[in-house]
């Protein structure tokens, strides 16, 4: 194999933290290279310094990409030789259409007017490529996730793409989007387009990867060859954190008391179709140290279900009755829902769950700043000694509270938006999607908050799509399937074939249902 791209001895710095210290990195044309590696150990930032985030200049070493040495000064330059980088956050504009997006900054013009014969054509042949029916004129907003992620894929193909670099590319996606994806980075590698797969998720990444670079606190510590076949995710998982973790999971003896929550045939509406229910007459309960899992596939209810009792944050024409600790109580609005000790961890961390611009100490008290204030004025002392203990009690990991949360790793700001709803002094806690985006090192730990709040008393519901992880942290399982709970299984009794064997069972139903 000829070599495309070598980065020798890259070391980046920040002020206070070396994020990259003498790393190599070698690809090969058209192979998938893997880089795996804790939140916070470089490999984001690897990336940038590769595509000319971070310029020549602004780090030590050296980039030699097809033989030439490279000393880009913006991403424009890395993209005119066909580096391009695909980030977590995808950079399309919401209410363009696909093929204004896919030219975005690269318009198919003649003497400065854009050409939209040639631009949807274009559009068209790239989009057939990535897999994609829609029209180019189809507003981007107007499509799910994974489209959007293809479209961002058909847009490097736009620019000629010959090293395709992508964050996280299936954080946000469900597993047919995620397959597809991971089908499409095969179909490049054979039309010999080189990859780097930066992903958490081991299982897809020895589905495709040819190699894996791990990488543990700023450094490259092994290259591992897929091609052996001798390779597990042990392996890998012992590169990444410098130890072994031979239970995924923390050990767990659960004390269960009393009931806390109970949610009697609560239903809720869609928002803008109000016809239609997205939650249909769910009854749960939730005792008091006890880690109740909620179980579905994508579009099942799950998060509409969170959101709709704390506050009603989503859905009209909701009904259903809440009790706290064997008392109704009037969860109507968001701080009602707090003031009766139910708190909701959002799935999207980033654009509900945290003010980025913002400092941890400003972070944290958010969801009770009565508890930082004297009458109706912020004290600083009180905030500061909150961040304090919470930074301490999670372990986030930071130069100090005063570092702005953007600048955290996904884990690290996870145990942020923990904090802040621990702060405010829940009883019953709802984690949706606690563990998206974070790696097996930070993931044990969110585990371990979880059982230590089971053991101080704390109700926990946790919403997730992955179903080791349910079946690895809860006591009980509910199983939802189109805004229905269709099954309640005992954790202990639980597999993942009898989960999937009530929603497909459900499914049917209720297709035979509607065909009366």
């Known amino acids: 194999m000829t070599t495309i791209l070598e980065m020798r001895n890259i070391t980046k710095t920040f002020p206070g933290v070396k994020a990259l210290d003498d790393v190599n990195l070698s690809v090969e044309a058209g192979e998938i290279h893997a880089l795996v590696g804790e939140n916070g150990a470089g490999k984001s930032t690897l990336m940038k310094v590769l595509s000319g985030v971070y310029p020549h200049g602004s780090y030590d070493g050296a980039i030699t990409y097809q033989g030439?040495?490279?000393?880009?000064?913006?991403?424009?330059?890395?993209?005119?030789?066909?580096?391009?980088?695909?980030?977590?956050?995808?950079?399309?504009?919401?209410?363009?259409?696909?093929?204004?997006?896919?030219?975005?900054?690269?318009?198919?013009?003649?003497?400065?007017?854009?050409?939209?014969?040639?631009?949807?054509?274009?559009?068209?042949?790239?989009?057939?490529?990535?897999?994609?029916?829609e029209s180019p004129t189809t507003l981007v907003t107007d499509i799910g996730l994974g489209k959007q992620q293809l479209v961002e894929i058909a847009k490097a193909l736009s620019k000629e793409v010959?090293?395709?670099?992508?964050?996280?590319?299936?954080?946000?996606?469900?597993?047919t989007d995620s397959e597809a994806l991971l089908n499409l980075l095969l179909e490049f590698k054979a039309r010999g387009i080189s990859s780097i797969l930066i992903s958490h998720k081991l299982n897809?990444?020895?589905?495709?990867?040819?190699?894996?670079?791990?990488?543990r606190d700023g450094s490259a510590v092994s290259t591992?060859?897929?091609?052996?076949?001798?390779?597990?995710?042990?392996?890998?998982?012992?590169?990444?954190?410098?130890?072994?973790?031979?239970?995924?999971?923390?050990?767990?003896?659960?004390?269960?008391?009393?009931?806390?929550?109970?949610?009697?045939?609560?239903?809720?509406?869609?928002?803008?179709?109000?016809?239609?229910?997205?939650?249909?007459?769910?009854?749960?309960?939730?005792?008091?140290?006890?880690?109740?899992?909620?179980?579905?596939?994508?579009?099942?209810?799950?998060?509409?279900?969170?959101?709709s009792l704390f506050g009603r944050a989503y859905g009209v024409n909701i009904s259903g009755e809440v009790k706290i600790d064997g008392r109704k109580v009037d969860v109507s609005t968001i701080s009602r829902a707090i003031d009766n000790g139910l708190c909701y961890v959002t799935e999207d961390r980033k654009t509900y769950g945290l003010v980025l611009e913002e400092t941890i100490r400003r972070n944290i008290p958010l969801a009770n700043l009565p508890g930082v204030a004297n009458g109706i004025v912020l004290d600083s002392e009180k905030?500061?000694?909150?961040?304090?203990?919470?930074?301490?009690?999670?372990r986030i990991k930071s130069s100090s509270i005063g570092q702005e949360v953007i600048n955290l790793s996904g884990g690290n700001q996870q145990k942020v938006v923990l904090s802040k709803w621990l702060f405010a002094g829940p009883e019953v806690l709802i984690l949706d999607e606690p563990t998206r985006g974070i790696d097996v090192g930070a993931k044990?730990?969110?585990?371990?908050i979880i059982a230590q709040l089971?053991?101080?008393?704390?109700?926990?519901?946790?919403?997730?799509?992955?179903?080791?992880?349910?079946?690895?942290?809860?006591?009980?399982?509910?199983?939802?399937?189109?805004?229905?709970?269709?099954?309640?299984?005992?954790?202990?009794?639980?597999?993942?074939?009898?989960?999937?064997?009530?929603?497909?069972?459900?499914?049917?139903?209720?297709?035979?249902?509607?065909?009366?």
């Not at 130890?243 to 609560?266: A, C, H, Q």
């Not at 909150?386 to 009690?393: C, H, I, K, L």
């Open 162 to 175: 010959k090293l395709l670099i992508l964050d996280e590319p299936t954080s946000s996606l469900n597993e």
């Open 204 to 215: 897809e990444i020895a589905k495709v990867a040819d190699t894996i670079t791990v990488l």
């Open 68 to 133: 030439e040495e490279c000393r880009f000064s913006g991403i424009s330059d890395s993209e005119r030789l066909g580096i391009i980088i695909i980030h977590q956050e995808l950079a399309l504009v919401p209410l363009l259409s696909i093929a204004e997006n896919i030219f975005l900054g690269n318009e198919r013009a003649t003497n400065g007017i854009i050409d939209w014969n040639e631009t949807f054509s274009r559009t068209r042949e790239l989009l057939a490529k990535v897999g994609l029916k």
């Open 224 to 307: 591992l060859d897929c091609g052996t076949g001798t390779i597990s995710e042990d392996d890998i998982i012992r590169d990444m954190v410098g130890r072994s973790l031979t239970d995924r999971f923390p050990p767990r003896e659960p004390k269960i008391g009393e009931t806390v929550l109970e949610v009697s045939n609560w239903t809720a509406h869609h928002p803008i179709h109000s016809d239609r229910k997205v939650v249909d007459d769910v009854s749960l309960h939730v005792k008091r140290g006890e880690v109740v899992g909620i179980a579905g596939l994508m579009g099942a209810g799950r998060t509409e279900l969170a959101m």
């Open 383 to 394: 905030e500061t000694a909150v961040a304090r203990d919470y930074r301490d009690r999670v």
């Open 444 to 448: 044990y730990e969110i585990y371990a």
């Open 454 to 516: 089971a053991a101080s008393g704390k109700a926990i519901i946790v919403i997730s799509s992955e179903m080791p992880e349910l079946l690895g942290i809860t006591d009980r399982v509910y199983v939802m399937n189109e805004g229905r709970f269709v099954g309640e299984l005992p954790t202990s009794d639980a597999t993942q074939e009898k989960i999937m064997a009530m929603i497909i069972r459900a499914g049917h139903r209720n297709r035979g249902n509607s065909d009366v």
